[in-house]
């Protein structure tokens, strides 16, 4: 999207299994004006095992503590049946729809749906079958980063390279639930552009639009962020989802912050030039008498010599008799 933001809304898990809630959902997205939205392919065996011991038992700290990994999982699953009918949805509220599958079942699955593009969540970041085989399909990858240090990224982006697909993107994300402004360190983000070459944005789990549009000031071409029509539905994702007046109030901000960066341009008017300054007679100057630093200053409004000749002006004799206040020109002096 040149010179323009791809703001994504993400669905996750805020569908809370109600059909009709999800495409409420959308099309309250569509009007807070996001240009995409994702969701999330996955069945509870794509990402966990339904073992309860040490690995696979109940969290034991955070927003999640006390909940199995697979409880989770089974309760924000999205029903497969549903996609290709959300895709629709989405694209007639003139969304681009795509998603994050977690394992090759559901990269087919969103093959045979035609998605446009994928993404790549942070937790996957080093599953390098996974991302090769989404890059084989050779469609935009866009990668979180949030659980990669820079091997990890630099395998990441090798495996897409690999089987021919360059359309690569990084988004710096911080894997906290909520994020705090504190932990959003948006310089990395910079600095994966930089050390990367790639088009760079950022997934943000913090609360409020400050990091996401200090992110575009920095060059974030992509946001994302979490989406839900009400904190109040409640789910996994509710209390660091975005409700749709605030999500409105971010791209605002955000199309604003793009205006405002607008493009190099270091060209003046003829008309803003005339502003500038140049010299002028400061005190009557007999024809004869020489310019000084007392008949000759530098004031605004750019009708006489440009004030960088003042010292060359400097001990010069008028050849007139010059008024203060009259513009300086260099045919008006003669050296002695």
Request: hydrophobic share 40%; charged share 30%.
């Amino acid at each position: 999207m040149e010179n323009k933001t791809f703001i994504i809304a993400e669905l996750s898990a805020n569908h809370r299994h109600d059909f009709d809630l999800a495409v409420k959902t959308i099309e309250a997205i569509a009007a807070s004006g996001a240009d995409a939205v994702k969701i999330q392919t996955y069945k509870p065996e794509s990402l966990t095992m339904d073992v309860d011991n040490a690995y696979f038992g109940p969290k034991k700290a955070g927003t999640r503590k006390g909940i199995r990994p697979y409880d989770l999982y089974k309760e924000g699953a999205m029903p497969y049946e549903w996609q290709p009918k959300l895709k629709s949805v989405s694209e007639d509220n003139g969304l681009v729809f795509f998603s994050t599958p977690f394992d090759i079942e559901g990269v087919d699955f969103l093959e045979s749906m035609g998605v446009p593009m994928y993404k790549i969540a942070s937790f996957e970041i080093n599953d390098i079958p996974l991302i090769h085989y989404v890059a084989s399909k050779g469609k935009p990858i866009i990668m979180s980063t949030g659980l990669g240090d820079v091997h990890d990224i630099e395998m990441a982006i090798k495996a897409c390279y690999e089987v021919g697909n360059r359309e690569v993107s990084l988004l710096k994300c911080t894997s906290e639930y909520p994020a705090s402004i504190e932990q959003a360190n948006l310089l990395t983000m910079v600095d994966m552009k930089q050390r990367f070459g790639v088009k760079v944005g950022i997934s943000d789990h913090t609360m409020g639009e400050l990091v996401p549009t200090v992110a575009v000031s920095l060059g974030a071409e992509i946001i994302e962020k979490h989406f839900i029509l009400s904190r109040e539905i409640g789910g996994p994702d509710a209390v660091f989802s975005t409700e749709p007046h605030e999500f409105k109030q971010m791209v605002d901000v955000i199309r604003k912050v793009e205006k405002a960066m607008g493009e190099v341009n270091y060209y003046v008017s003829d008309e803003n030039k005339y502003k500038r300054r140049s010299l002028f007679v400061a005190k009557d100057i007999p024809e004869g008498e020489q310019a000084t630093k007392d008949n000759i200053r530098s004031v605004r409004t750019a009708a006489g010599l440009p004030p960088m000749y003042f010292y060359e002006l400097l001990g010069m004799k008028s050849k007139r008799y010059l008024k203060r206040g009259e513009p300086v020109n260099r045919e008006d002096f003669y050296k002695k």
